[in-house]
């Protein structure tokens, strides 16, 4: 009888042993967060870069919104405008999106600013007097389709930053 006892001790301790490490060790769950997370830290690592470039399409779009000669306007639009807004489609294009989630979270945004860069790129082109205003009020929708597309943008990375244990930092 005694020997009956230590087997089956000896067996349940076997059986158990390896279910205790399984136990201590990290869930499917959180190697999934924690691969996640590498995920946004690399996002995140190419978000500086990204916002260089889009103040430097506002700063060059405000500099040719000063301008009065039409001649001008459309010289600063095609040389500048354009030219900077197309850099800032391309590293926005660019940013390691790494996870499902986060690429389809990250496209609404680009294909916002994608668009944008088609408006004023033909808004540039075409700008004569007789379609400054009509062009003028496309680029206008193109940029408040930009400010939609970023809340929601905002909104769902919020809520991809949490569910993965991050803090998304905003500027205020």
Not at 5 to 22: E, G, N
Not at 130 to 139: A, I, P
Request: aromatic share 6%; with cysteine.
């Amino acid at each position: 009888m005694n020997q009956l006892r230590l087997v089956l001790i000896s067996l349940v301790a076997l059986v158990t042993t390896p279910a205790c490490d399984l136990i201590n060790g990290p869930s499917a769950l959180e190697r999934q967060i924690a691969a996640e997370q590498q995920v946004i830290k690399a996002y995140s690592a190419a978000v500086p870069q990204v916002d260089a470039l889009q103040t430097a399409f506002l700063d060059a779009w405000k500099k040719a919104n000063e301008l009065k000669d039409l001649k001008a306007y459309k010289e600063a639009l095609q040389t500048h405008v354009v030219p900077a807004l197309g850099a800032y489609v391309k590293a926005t294009e660019a940013m390691p999106t790494g996870s499902d989630e986060l690429a389809r979270i990250h496209k609404g945004m680009v294909d916002a600013i994608k668009k944008a860069r088609d408006v004023f790129a033909g808004f540039a082109d075409g700008l004569t007097e007789d379609t400054l205003e009509s062009g003028y009020k496309d680029v206008l929708r193109a940029m408040s389709d930009i400010s939609a597309a970023r809340a929601t943008y905002l909104e769902q990375l919020t809520t991809h930053y949490a569910k993965n244990r991050v803090d998304l930092e905003q500027d205020k």
